[in-house]
């Protein structure tokens, strides 16, 4: 994920991410996730060293983060909310059966928190 820097991990290390000690202060951060699946976080600076032409567009893409229940994804929101992360969405119950809710990472991009909703598992 292109960023102007990888201030948005402490964002990410809330909901469980684990990167390396000393990674904000790198141009590239990653973490592995279930399936052995690498999440990637690189700067401007980093990604021009690749792109010389590489031209930073607006935030596009993001993450959503599975919660334990409804009452963890409304805490999980209330937590990043209070922690100086823009709520996008305030929590709510969608349609589809999910307790909803989303921040905006420090970047810009747009993080979903949700649960399914007992009855719609």
């Known amino acids: 994920m ?3 820097g990888v ?3 402490s964002l990410y290390r809330r909901l469980g991410l684990e990167f390396p000690a000393g990674a904000r202060q790198e141009p590239h951060a990653e973490t592995t996730v279930a399936g052995g699946i690498r ?3 690189d700067t401007h600076a ?4 690749f792109d010389p032409d590489y031209q930073p567009g607006s935030p596009s ?3 959503a983060f599975l919660c334990s229940d409804p009452v963890a994804a409304d805490r999980s929101h209330g937590d990043l909310a209070a922690a ?3 709520s996008v969405k305030a929590p709510w119950d ?5 307790a909803l ?6 970047d810009g991009h747009v993080v979903d928190l949700f649960a399914w909703v007992e009855s719609s598992q």
């Open 2 to 4: 292109p960023v102007a």
């Open 7 to 9: 201030r948005s991990l």
């Open 39 to 41: 999440l990637m976080w």
């Open 46 to 49: 980093s990604l021009r060293f």
């Open 61 to 63: 893409g993001g993450w």
């Open 84 to 86: 100086g992360h823009p």
């Open 94 to 98: 969608a349609p589809w059966g999910a």
């Open 101 to 106: 809710s989303q921040v905006r990472d420090p």
